[in-house]
Structures are given as structure tokens and as C-alpha cells.
């Protein structure tokens, strides 16, 4: 199937800092793609991958799981960390809890964390009930959307497969074993409102990670897909400001870049 116009991967070749993007569960790269491009502006190195069975139709996440999703995170982490000296990993909802488990299994090959309304688990009864009932039903109406911006739309299915739910469910557990091996750096934003993950995820994140540096922000004025809510600006400075406190210079190549197209300009109006 064609990718949907809009939902493409996005990669851009920068310095020796690199950051990769997890996109959320049934969405795709778009939700993200303003953050990319914020951070490519700035001399980073980025990679955004469109993970397998997203940004087409959803009837084609019933053939993938998590297995899929992470495999593809885990092929761009390992070929940004051949390309970059120091490499984050940052994600929105179940992209968040991607990002939490590449730093679990890659250690030190990980600088830092970045997530936004990161997922832990499926909340509900319905949720109890996945094991048999994705053998019974299809599909349920979708997540995406959740924007409080007035003429926002996010690109991902309008419904959601539940034998990919299903394995979502069981990615949230297994990870959820796993937070205590993240050791690095973490800063997390959630949302005030959130329609689709509550603030018990990000408290069960933060309650059960190894990490001794952590910060949390609360945006006050965006629903669950905030990267393209009224507090994206947000997100894109402090995850600069959280990038460039660890990795000390990012930012500058864009800068000096500034300045030199700055100065030819002066010398050729003079």
C-alpha cells in the first residue's frame, strides 16, 4: 500500500548530536514532523522513521505487532549511533515507550530520554478483555486527534486494529519490567488534559525508572498529541535546552550557519 501524503519518514543528515523520533500507536511521522524539522534546523542529526503497518490503512497494522515497531526503532538507533558520537531518543505516547526501551537495552549507546505523554498501559475494562475479544472483532474507533489547537488534525487511523492492540497491551507489560534499566537522563512532558493517556503513566514512569537526573513538565495547554498543540513551542526549546545540556555545542553549527549566510549577505548588499 502507498504511503499517505504527509505520513512519509523524515531523516536529515546533521552534526555528531542525532536524535531519533518514535511516532505513537495507529499515528505516523506527521505528528512529529514539526519537532523534527525544529531540531534538523538546528544542526542535529534526526531520523524519523514510519513504523511498519502505520501511515497507510489500519487494516494493515493487523499483520504487525510490537515486535515490528521496535525492531524498526532499534535498526535507526544502531545506524544513527554508527553516524552520531551522542545519540537521544525522544517519542510521543506508545513512541514513548519505544524510546524508554531502546534506553533499557542499549546502555550507554543512549545520551538521554525525551517523552510526551508516554504510555504504560491499556486503561479500561475493554483492556482485560483483549485476549479473547481480538479473536472476536476487528476493529474500534480510533485515538488520533486529540488536539486542543482549533484546526489541527492528526494523521493516523480512524480505527484501531485490536490484534495490534492486543500486542500492544503486551509491550506495555513487558516494558513496564523494564524501566528500572534506564539510567539516562530523562525528561518528561505530559499534557494537564489527555484524553487518551492518563497522568498515571507518566507517574508510573517516572516512579519506577533508574534515572537520578529527571524532569518533568506539565503542558497546561494541549491535549494528548501536544508535539502539535498549542504547547509544541514548548516541547521543541526544552528538549533543545535538555540535548544541549548534555551534549554541550548543539545548536551552534545552525548558529555559525546563521551567521555566515548573515555576513554574506551584508557583503554583497555593501
Not at 534526526?46 to 493487523?62: I, N
Not at 534506553?103 to 545520551?111: F, L, M, P, R, T
Not at 514512569?205 to 506539565?218: G, K, M
Request: hydrophobic share 45%; with cysteine; charged share 20%.
Amino acid at each position: 500500500m502507498p504511503v499517505l501524503p504527509g505520513a512519509e519518514p523524515f531523516r536529515h543528515e546533521g552534526g555528531e548530536v542525532g536524535v531519533l523520533l518514535c511516532h505513537g500507536f495507529t499515528g505516523s511521522p506527521q505528528s512529529l514532523r514539526p519537532w523534527a524539522e525544529h531540531l534538523a534546523a538546528r544542526g542535529l542529526t534526526v531520523s524519523l522513521p514510519l513504523l511498519p503497518g502505520h501511515g497507510t490503512r489500519w487494516e494493515d497494522m493487523q499483520l504487525t505487532g510490537w515486535q515490528d515497531w521496535y525492531a524498526e526503532v532499534d535498526r535507526e538507533l544502531r545506524v544513527l549511533s554508527e553516524r552520531c558520537a551522542r545519540v537521544f531518543v525522544a517519542g510521543l505516547s506508545m513512541g514513548g515507550t519505544l524510546a524508554l526501551r531502546l534506553a533499557a537495552k542499549h546502555g550507554d549507546a543512549v545520551s538521554g530520554v525525551v517523552v510526551v505523554n508516554p504510555a504504560n498501559r491499556m486503561h479500561g475494562l475493554a483492556a482485560h478483555a483483549l485476549p479473547v475479544v481480538h479473536h472476536l472483532v476487528r476493529s474500534t474507533p480510533g485515538i488520533a486527534s486529540d488536539i486542543a489547537k482549533e484546526g489541527r488534525v492528526e494523521l493516523g487511523y480512524e480505527r484501531v486494529p485490536l490484534r495490534a492492540a492486543h500486542s500492544l497491551r503486551t509491550f506495555f507489560r513487558l516494558v513496564d519490567g523494564e524501566l528500572p534499566q534506564v539510567t539516562q537522563p530523562l525528561l518528561v512532558l505530559r499534557s494537564a488534559v489527555d484524553h487518551v493517556v492518563p497522568a498515571a503513566d507518566s507517574a508510573r514512569v517516572l516512579s519506577r525508572v533508574s534515572s537520578t537526573d529527571v524532569q518533568e513538565i506539565v503542558l497546561e495547554q494541549s491535549y494528548h498529541v501536544a508535539t502539535l498543540d498549542h504547547d509544541a513551542d514548548r516541547i521543541f526549546a526544552e528538549s533543545l535546552a535538555f540535548i544541549g545540556r548534555l551534549a554541550p555545542g548543539v545548536g551552534e553549527e545552525a548558529a555559525e550557519a546563521g551567521r555566515s549566510s548573515q555576513q554574506e549577505g551584508t557583503a554583497a548588499g555593501g
